[in-house]
Nanobody, 116 residues
Framework: QVQLVESGGGLVQPGGSLRLSCVAS????????IGWYRQAPGKQRELVAT???????TYASSMEGRFSISRDKTRTTVYLDMNTLSPEDTAIYYC??????????WGQGTQVTVSS
């Protein structure tokens, strides 16, 4: 089993930046991909970015260039650096991992609110 714990959400002004962190624990050696999804009020959950076990990132097209995903050397922590934030980025951001049996694992989510 994989456990995921997010941190770093909060209130930020339009145009600002924020870094989210996700710490993975448990069977981390089984993780094939890890990253972030988000869900805005009244909308479906959508991909933000993921990174494969080999370090290859994948971004939603609307976020590439503003958002950057990275991992620490131990591959237990994944980060999402978000820049030039707008109110449309307001959402709950969920850490996500898929293991090599293709099971999905989710964190509890962290709220990001972009507002003046």
């Amino acid at each position: 089993q994989v456990q995921l714990v997010e941190s770093g959400g909060g209130l930020v002004q339009p145009g600002g930046s924020l870094r989210l962190s996700c710490v993975a624990s448990g069977s981390i050696h089984t993780i094939n991909a890890i990253g972030w999804y988000r869900q805005a009020p009244g909308k479906q959950r959508e991909l933000v970015a993921t990174v494969s076990r080999y370090g290859t990132p994948t971004y939603a097209s609307s976020m590439e260039g503003r958002f950057s995903i990275s991992r620490d050397k131990t591959r237990t922590t994944v980060y999402l650096d978000m820049n030039t934030l707008s109110p449309e980025d307001t959402a709950i951001y969920y850490c996500y991992a898929q293991d090599h049996w293709e099971n999905d694992h989710w964190g509890q989510g962290t709220q990001v609110t972009v507002s003046s």
